[in-house]
């Protein structure tokens, strides 16, 4: 079978720390294009990767009947535009993550997608991830019991990437860290959980330690340096209480907060045993028999969950197969993640 050809839209940390190394892994794929607005970044990729050629125009990939696939690498705000474009020019697409700055952008592009045919997948990498698998199947036997509730913490120190760039232009990212690092932690709670549908939200997101730039200490900005005649109009903090037609979620998240002390961790609470996953690694089920308590860590083969995602991605172009990943799916992260920010704005509950 021929191998898919496959342009990579967009070529900053993402594409070459996850997308084009796990593209040239799969001996199903074969990328010939590299595009990024820098044109040096494309033809840097071509150099250091010898395959393909570059362009710093995504439309040229558009009129090219050799590409098949995208990865969209690229800031958020380019997202919809440029998904919806490809899989109107008969491009299936890997989008990464969130699949929009709204959830109206993410309706459109499902609606695109509905209308071509067309395989349009988001990056919600967890889904791929060996140990999140091995716990949405313990929720499904049975292990937990009853999955009545979850709570998500995403707490950092002050952390906030790149002070003044993309990441704190609501324009270009849609959000702070909600939509960057807690678009993450909603889909993993949502993908174990069975993708339960959302029923209310309320929430309240706060732009505090950073709307004063020049003044802001930090202890890292991991997508630096400042920029102190930026823009700094997004979250920092984000606190909400989320019930659905499974359990209902509470969520703390923060880029920068006064305390320091950094929690990354989701607590799965049944009324038989309970899972706390440390987000990224290992996770402990807590339980109870015969009048004792126990704890256990389980151990197990992990395999690379970007390897996985990409190659998922070749397959079901080939198979038809509709992957967790597939927009359909995923959009109700983005349902909620606008639902918590319009509850933020009114002040008020969001029933959906």
């Known amino acids: 079978m021929d191998k898919i050809k496959v342009a990579i839209i967009g070529c900053g940390t993402i594409a070459n720390g996850a997308h084009i190394k796990a593209y040239l892994a799969n001996p199903a794929a074969e990328i010939v294009t590299f595009c990024d607005i820098i044109q040096e970044r494309a033809e840097k990729a071509v150099k250091e990767y010898g395959c393909g050629k570059a362009t710093n125009d995504y439309r040229a990939i558009l009129e090219d009947p050799e590409v098949e696939a995208v990865s969209i690498c690229t800031p958020n705000h380019v997202h919809a535009s440029i998904a919806i474009d490809c899989l109107r020019a008969g491009k299936h697409v890997l989008c990464e993550k969130p699949a929009a700055r709204t959830y109206a952008e993410a309706l459109e592009m499902q609606r695109v997608q509905h209308e071509t045919g067309k395989v349009l997948n988001i990056g919600v ?21 009853e999955l009545y509730h979850v709570y998500i913490s995403f707490r950092s120190h002050r952390s906030i990437p790149g002070l003044g760039g993309a990441f704190t232009t609501k324009a270009i990212a849609g959000g702070g860290a909600l939509i960057d690092w807690g678009v993450h932690f909603l889909d993993v709670v949502m993908y174990c959980s069975g993708d339960p549908q959302p029923q209310t939200v309320t929430g309240q997101a706060y732009s505090k330690l950073g709307r004063d730039m020049p003044n802001y200490a930090y202890t890292k900005m991991w997508a630096g340096p400042p920029n102190y005649d930026g823009t700094y109009d997004v979250d920092d903090f984000v606190t909400a209480m989320i019930r659905t037609a499974g359990p209902t979620i509470t969520v703390n998240g923060a880029w920068a907060q006064n305390i320091g002390v950094d929690e990354m961790f989701i607590d799965f609470l049944g009324d038989k045993a309970g899972i706390r996953l440390q987000y990224g690694k290992e996770f402990k089920l807590y339980s109870a028999k015969n009048g004792a308590l126990l704890e256990t860590t389980p151990t197990y083969q992990a395999t690379d969950m970007f390897q996985n995602e990409i190659d998922g991605f070749l397959s079901c172009i080939r198979s038809g197969e509709k992957l967790p990943s597939h927009i359909d799916t995923v959009i109700l992260s983005s349902q909620i993640i606008q639902a918590i920010y319009d509850s933020s704005e009114s002040r008020k509950e969001i029933a959906l």
């Open 125 to 145: 990498v967890n889904r791929f991830n060996t140990g999140v698998n091995i716990i949405k199947k313990m929720i499904a036997d049975g292990d937990l019991g």
